[in-house]
């Protein structure tokens, strides 16, 4: 069975204070691997699709890596507006085969 | 209205009840999702359509029962549902039914008392 675990379940960071959050999976053949932000009353928001082992994705602050056994996202210097649960899912093996983590809530201090 | 859309946005029901959620895509997608999101739990894909055809269901019970009449609206049709029903339901489209970078609307919060 597909197992994806994010960590940490919280992070508190002080504002400038750079951090990595975490996705580690176990699947049977993977076809990608997403990350998502989810605001407090809203759906997830897209972030980056990384597709194999070495890849790496950038946007602002944020940037996705990936190896062959899990995923981190790295937050540079972060501010208070990137407060957010940050949401990790792999597709893989069969068609439409979509495993979501628990997520990392992010809090920043200023 | 831009993006994806979900009415209403609250919603309490009694187990007895019927209702249904809306969704609606305003970015020319042809593929559409329900998902359910419950505290502490990884989101829960349930239902895919692609070109208005249904072409996934995760064993959802048949207590929730999907129609997606076009391309750019999905409803979700809930009958005799149960407490633990009780959760976020998002609705996403993506630009075809195998791609993963999904736009999702606000959310239906629904409590079944």
């Known amino acids: 069975e597909d197992q994806v675990t994010q960590s940490p379940e919280a992070l508190r960071l002080q504002e400038g204070e750079s951090s990595s959050l975490n996705c580690s999976y176990t699947v049977s053949g993977l076809r990608g691997l997403f990350w998502y932000r989810q605001d407090p009353g809203k759906g997830p928001e897209f972030l980056f699709t990384?597709?194999?082992a070495g890849e790496e994705k950038e946007k602002e602050r944020l940037k996705a890596t990936l190896t062959k056994k899990e995923s981190f996202l790295h937050i540079t210097a972060p501010k208070p507006e990137d407060s957010a649960t940050y949401l990790c899912a792999v597709l893989s093996g069969g068609y439409q085969k979509v495993t979501f983590g628990t997520g990392t809530k992010l809090q920043v201090i200023p | 209205e831009t993006g994806v859309t979900q009415t209403p946005r609250h919603l309490v029901m009694g187990m007895t009840n019927k209702k249904s959620l809306k969704c609606e895509q305003h970015l020319g997608h042809n593929a559409m999702y329900w998902y359910k999101q419950s505290a502490k739990k990884p989101l829960e894909l349930m239902f895919v359509y692609n070109f208005k055809e249904q072409t996934e269901n995760n064993s959802v019970p048949s207590r929730f029962s999907p129609e997606c009449p076009n391309s750019s609206h999905l409803f979700l049709h809930l009958h005799t549902l149960q407490p633990e029903d009780s959760a976020l339901y998002l609705c996403?489209?993506?630009?075809?039914?195998?791609?993963?970078?999904?736009?999702f609307g606000p959310g239906t919060r629904l409590t079944v008392t």
């Open positions: 996403a489209s993506s630009i075809k039914d195998n791609s993963y970078e999904q736009y």
């Open positions: 990384l597709y194999s």
